[in-house]
């Protein structure tokens, strides 16, 4: 989208005089912009002909009920979303703070393990599925796939043809003869909690190893806290997977200074580390992420990860 189209929208909502327009790079869900003004800053997302109006929607009403949480989320413009000729929008204030994008550190791990754990405490639900809300309130509407461990095994079943078609055919293959243990052996979680569900660093924001925001809550759900802890893990891992430190230990050991962890989690890691691994991986692939070499190493990583399993 051009800046007259994007200042059209700020003059709108925010009617002062903009000073400049930047896109933001780690926006892969919607169209992502910083407005800039003499004393302030503002973050528009934009859902091309409204295709992820849901998302959208969900993403700044949780920001909305977090706002007296210990969760630092940023304050929004639009209290709903917004229509703009064909395409919707919202805007909330920008955050002080840099992503982790490139600069990931045994204490930023630790920190951020710690606010997942803070995360995963704000609410329990009686079931699983995707957030939503009917007039302001939160509701939880289930999966299409009915429960959690339904669309699990489905995600599964479908990202292992894709990687087995786009370059990582080995580890899609094995991880294909997962579908059915995943059925009988895919652990449960305890009481559903509020999970972020795309934990990772680009939707972190630091000042020094201070965590200043937490963003993007588009893909929230009602679900297993330990599956979620699990592949934020791995979200921190893929970041800089060849440091010379523990990176999932050291974000594991953040969550459990503030939400404990018992022996089932030690028993259900490796299984939700193969499967959320061949989630954020596919996912990479469908958005045309994945580079050749890339493909090289996680095939890898996968048939690793399978190597651990004891099914």
Not at 95 to 111: F, M, Q, T, W, Y
Not at 211 to 238: E, P, S
Request: charged share 30%.
């Amino acid at each position: 989208m051009d800046d007259e189209y994007i200042g059209r929208i700020a003059e709108t909502e925010l009617g002062a005089r903009l000073a400049s327009i930047s896109t933001v790079p780690e926006g892969l869900l919607h169209e992502t912009y910083e407005l800039e003004y003499e004393d302030e800053a503002y973050v528009l997302q934009v859902s091309p002909a409204g295709e992820r109006r849901n998302e959208l929607r969900r993403g700044l009403q949780l920001y909305q009920h977090l706002q007296d949480s210990r969760i630092p989320v940023p304050d929004v413009v639009t209290e709903q979303i917004r229509d703009h000729d064909s395409d919707t929008y919202s805007i909330v204030e920008k955050l002080p703070g840099e992503s982790a994008k490139d600069n990931i550190s045994p204490e930023r791990v630790l920190a951020a393990g710690r606010y997942l754990a803070r995360i995963h405490d704000t609410w329990t639900f009686e079931t699983t599925g995707w957030i939503g809300f009917e007039d302001e309130d939160l509701t939880v509407r289930q999966f299409e796939e009915g429960t959690q461990r339904r669309q699990i095994v489905e995600r599964v079943r479908q990202y292992s043809t894709l990687l087995e078609q786009n370059g990582l055919e080995p580890a899609g293959k094995r991880v294909a003869n997962l579908v059915d243990p995943l059925k009988e052996d895919l652990p449960g979680g305890g009481s559903p909690v509020l999970c972020h569900n795309d934990y990772s660093p680009d939707n972190i924001l630091y000042r020094d190893n201070e965590i200043t925001g937490i963003l993007d809550f588009d893909r929230a759900i009602a679900g297993h806290g330990r599956r979620d802890l699990v592949k934020a893990a791995n979200a921190f891992w893929m970041h800089d997977p060849c440091v010379d430190w523990e990176v999932r230990e050291k974000f594991y050991d953040g969550y459990r200074e503030i939400r404990s962890l018992d022996d089932r989690f030690a028993d259900s890691e490796p299984l939700f580390r193969v499967e959320t691994l061949t989630e954020i991986v596919g996912g990479m692939v469908e958005l045309g992420e994945l580079s050749e070499y890339e493909a090289e190493f996680y095939t890898e990583q996968i048939l690793e990860a399978v190597g651990r399993l004891d099914l």
